[in-house]
Every structure is written in structure tokens, then in C-alpha cells.
């Protein structure tokens, strides 16, 4: 008797099945109303034939669900990104001049001009697109190497495909070095192609900023000394500096 009732009851889940699937209700919206495998579901539902118009139904709510599932995903890393972020920028200790020494030095090595032996006479030259690098860069000139204002040159180079006018630029640049915008008005446009991939395309890109300093060619060395100063604390240095 028991098997009769179970097996009673297993149509009666199938009945109900079959006719919310015949009124175009996806499996998932199947399993919201009935408790009931998607094994079973594939078993019971594999010959029902929907309309066209149930069909796209389907394929939107389906393209929705994607979309969503996307933007819930995309939302989550955003938000462990920004916890990530803020408990690292809690872990900075407070920096004094010696750290914005070293700061300086290492920037200077990453992305500073650097003398070669078929070039010896480079002068400090430091260039990048990275409004918080520049003006850490220009801090340590001021505050390390304690040069003026008068001591630096600026240039800005960009791709003419932005169609950026100096003005714009300039104006860009001076908010962003505290330089008036007669310090900011060399710009030099580039006419090669611009690459699809690279990602700094939008509107918000304003080109490289090169930042040099006058008379520096010993100063130049100077800082190549500090950077072979640090390997060579930290036990890390194979380097041999250029002969003189």
C-alpha cells in the first residue's frame, strides 16, 4: 500500500511538472514550486515541445540571469578588492625624510634615465602617467635633493589620435604638479598608431609626463651610486657601474 501511495504521489509531482513546462516555466522556476531533481526534471520534460514564443522567453531570462550572475561576481571582487586595499594602506607606518629617500631612489631606478657608457652624459630625466608617482617624484626632489623650481623642466608627450589640445593639457598637468602653466606648455605629439590593447585610452588619459632637471648630468650619477648603495646593503648586487 505504501509503494501504491509514493508511487501516487510521484505522478502527481510529474503531472504538475509537465504543465507548468508546457506554459514555458524554465527548470529553475520548475524547482521553485516543486521539490524535485533536475535529473528528474531532464526524464519527465526531454519530449514537451515549447512554442517559439516560450523559447525566447526563455533565452532572455537566461541572458538576464548571466548578466546578473556577472555583476553579483564582478560587485564581490570590487568589495574584496576595496577591504583588501584598506587594511594594507592601515599597514603603513608613517614615513620620515630617510623613507622618502629610499622611496625616491627605487622610483628613480624603475623609471629614471639612466647614463650608459654610449651615453654618459644623461642628465635626470624621470617620466611617467601616474599622477601619484610624479608628484611623489617631484616631492623628493624638492624635499632629498632640495632643488628649486627653477631646477625642473617639464615635456608631455602623447599620441595625437587623443585629440587633446595643449591647453587642456597643460591646464591638466599644472593641477596635478602645482607648476603654473607656463611650466607645463611643451607638449609633443606622437603619430605613431595607438595599440587596441592598451588600456589607458579613455578620456582621463593625458599622455606621459617627463619630468628633467637641469645640470644634473653628476647628479644623475650621484643617484646611480645610491641605487648601487642599496643592492649592495641588501646584499643583493652583481652590478658593476660604469667605468669611467
Known sequence: MGRVIRLGMKLGVREEVIKLRKK???Y???RQFIHVSKS???LWLKDI?????QIKRLRRKGEVARLLGSKALKDARIKKQRRIISKAISEVKPLNISDLWLVGVMLYWAEGAKQKEYHPSQRVCFSNSDPEMLK?????LKECL???AEDVLFEIYIHETYKKTKEELSIYWSKITGFPLGKLSTVYYKKN???SYRKNRGESYHGVLRISVKKSTDLN???TGWIYGVCEKLSISDIIPIES
Open 28 to 30: 529553475s522556476e520548475i
Open 49 to 53: 515541445i515549447l512554442t517559439e514564443e
Open 24 to 26: 514555458g516555466f524554465s
Open 193 to 195: 598608431k595607438v595599440h
Open 146 to 148: 632640495h632643488l628649486n
Open 221 to 223: 650619477r650621484k643617484i
Open 40 to 42: 528528474s526534471l531532464s
Open 136 to 140: 611623489v617624484f617631484l616631492r623628493w
